[in-house]
């Protein structure tokens, strides 16, 4: 049975895409059955993981799973390990999905359509990883409510800093509320600019706040790492480059969620 693993904060640009986009890569290198689930109707980790156009997936994304309660169906195969529910624009409608068709059709709250939806091929696979978008609406609930672990992802900001605490108390919310066995797997520190003092202030800062939740390695912002959105992992050049700030993390990520 899988593990599901969420990356998520609601602030834009703290690397949630490209952080469950490595992690996804790095499990299936690793040999684990991955299945990356794209929540965010941006579809940024539908092209990372791709590298196609967005065109390509319409009518063919977990939207369209949730609507025909077939997850299977829409599930593409990136590689020989790491399998994708895609996303594109339509995933701006869930709500109206939700409040419209699914909770009167199935008589289930809608904060579980992704949790029902996964149930259908969560014996094929050792890990879901679930990208969100930056918001704390349908999407991000849906996400936590069917996760056993969460990461809190956080770039070195002040407005990144203060999304964490709004972020955990939703996260616990739905912890008490729907999805009991969820566990706060720790906050990662990324996008660390090593030449701003500032930068360095909030990672500390971050650090002094939740000791007991941030993870030790944090992430530096390299351009190579950036470059990922444009290569993306196959026949990538500078792929060493680009994941070696994520290996300790890797590794401090598995020995949280118990697989080292
Ligand atoms: N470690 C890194 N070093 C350099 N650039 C990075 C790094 N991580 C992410 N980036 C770049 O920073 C930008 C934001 O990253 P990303 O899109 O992964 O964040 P996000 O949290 O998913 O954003 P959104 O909230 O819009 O979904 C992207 O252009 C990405 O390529
Ligand atoms: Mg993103």
Redesign the pocket.
């Known amino acids: 049975m899988a593990k599901t693993i969420t990356f998520g904060i609601q602030k834009?640009?703290?690397?949630?895409?490209?952080?469950s986009g490595i992690i996804s890569y790095l499990l299936a290198r690793d040999g684990y059955k991955v299945l990356a689930v794209d929540m965010?109707s941006?579809g940024?980790l539908t092209d990372l993981l791709t590298q196609k156009d967005l065109t390509f997936f319409e009518g063919k994304t977990i939207l369209d799973a949730f609507k025909e309660d077939d997850a299977r169906k829409y599930i593409y195969n990136v590689s020989e390990n790491l399998d994708l529910l895609p996303a594109d624009d339509f995933l701006a409608t869930l709500a109206k999905f939700i409040y419209r068709e699914y909770e009167r059709k199935q008589k289930m709250d809608g904060n579980f359509l992704l949790r029902e939806t996964l149930k259908q091929v969560k014996d094929e696979y050792d890990f879901i990883i679930v990208?969100t978008?930056?918001s704390l609406a349908e999407p991000m609930i849906n996400a936590i409510c069917a996760s056993d672990e969460v990461v809190v992802?956080c770039e070195s900001s002040k407005w990144a800093f203060t999304a964490i605490e709004r972020f955990l108390e939703t996260a616990i919310h739905a912890q008490m509320n729907y999805n009991p066995d969820l566990r706060i797997t720790g906050i990662l520190r990324?996008?660390i600019d090593s030449r701003r003092t500032d930068s360095k202030a909030f990672a500390d800062l971050i650090e002094s706040q939740y000791s007991d939740l941030v993870f030790s390695h944090l992430?530096?912002?390299?351009?190579s790492?950036?470059r990922?959105?444009l290569n993306g992992f196959d026949n990538n050049p500078e792929l060493d480059a680009a994941l070696e700030?994520y290996l300790p993390f890797y590794e401090e990520l598995k020995q949280r969620v118990g697989i080292n």
């Open positions: 834009g640009g703290s690397s949630k895409t490209t952080t965010d941006q940024n990208d978008p930056p992802l990324n996008l992430v530096k912002r390299k351009a790492t950036g990922i959105s700030e």
